[in-house]
């Protein structure tokens, strides 16, 4: 069996660009899956949001993002990369962190750069650890993926909205010389920055589209031709599942009964019809 790394490599060696709607729970990534993407990314924002009801401000737990990843990894077959905030500690935790992420069945783990307690990275207050502490997560774990993890390592700064532009650029570059397999530069400002930093940095690269955030948003044609690998959409089905549930509370208040997906297709959805399935084949077997 291909492990979910090795599935991720894959995706990363051919020449498309990867569109990556991202996930909260094993219900979203399945129906990612199902809709037909080839790779999903476990938000950070969104789990605190759907898990705890908290905004992604370091309040949710290593333990509580690996349980929430367990359950995603073991519900689909695509790939799945793991937010891992800062890494929960100092080099040490980010090792455990990383071996954590990679037990739990990520293809790859994201840690930052960002101070604790981190923020939503196109939210005010951000602030971000010195260079050697930065550089110094990334070596451990790379360290960690050499001594063992088979996950990848995505390596992100929010350096651009503390320091510049030119110092989260040192630090991507530097990221990747120390060997993370995906680059991320969050919350790049025109479409000039965007440019320099897929012409500057070596290896895959990933851009973050946020509606109504700070980096411009591009169309599929457009990164691709910048040099972006991945793109990531981290909110959009967090956003439509509030948006729809909003809706349908405010109906029934009024008396009315929303009109969505019917209990048949939610059934099959849910995989009601195949365990059904499932559990005949076995009762005949066994009659036999």
Do not use: W
Not at 44 to 55: D, H, Q
Not at 159 to 171: D, F, M, N, Q
Not at 237 to 261: E, F, N, R
Request: charged share 20%; glycine share 8%.
């Amino acid at each position: 069996m291909t492990s979910p790394r090795k599935k991720l490599e894959t995706l990363l060696s051919a020449p498309q660009l990867l569109v990556m709607p991202c996930c909260y729970d094993a219900l979203t990534a399945s129906l990612i899956e199902q809709a037909g993407f080839s790779l999903t990314f476990m938000s950070g924002f969104a789990v605190s949001a759907a898990r705890l009801g908290l905004p992604d401000t370091g309040l949710i737990s290593f333990g509580e993002m690996v349980d929430q990843g367990r359950s995603i990894c073991s519900r689909v077959n695509i790939p799945v990369i793991g937010d891992a905030d800062t890494g929960y500690g100092n080099a040490l935790n980010i090792k455990r962190t990383i071996a954590g992420y990679a037990g739990a069945g990520f293809a790859c783990a994201m840690i930052e750069d960002q101070l604790m307690p981190k923020r939503c990275g196109h939210t005010q207050g951000k602030q971000v650890v010195e260079r050697s502490e930065a550089l110094t997560r990334i070596r451990a774990a790379v360290d960690a993926r050499e001594e063992g993890a088979d996950i990848l390592i995505m390596a992100r700064t929010d350096a651009r909205a503390t320091h510049g532009l030119k110092e989260a650029l040192y630090r991507c570059q530097a990221f990747a010389d120390l060997g993370a397999d995906i680059i991320f530069l969050e919350a790049p400002e025109s479409v000039a920055e965007m440019e320099r930093f897929c012409r500057e940095i070596s290896g895959p690269k990933m851009a973050n589209m946020l509606q109504h955030g700070k980096t411009p948003l591009l169309s599929h044609g457009q990164l691709a031709e910048i040099g972006f690998k991945i793109v990531a959409y981290p909110l959009t089905l967090l956003s439509a599942a509030i948006s729809a549930m909003q809706q349908a509370l405010s109906d029934l208040k009024t008396g009315s009964y929303p009109d969505h997906l019917d209990f048949a297709s939610l059934r099959e959805l849910i995989g009601f019809n195949e365990y059904d399935r499932q559990q005949k084949r076995y009762a005949e077997e066994i009659m036999e």
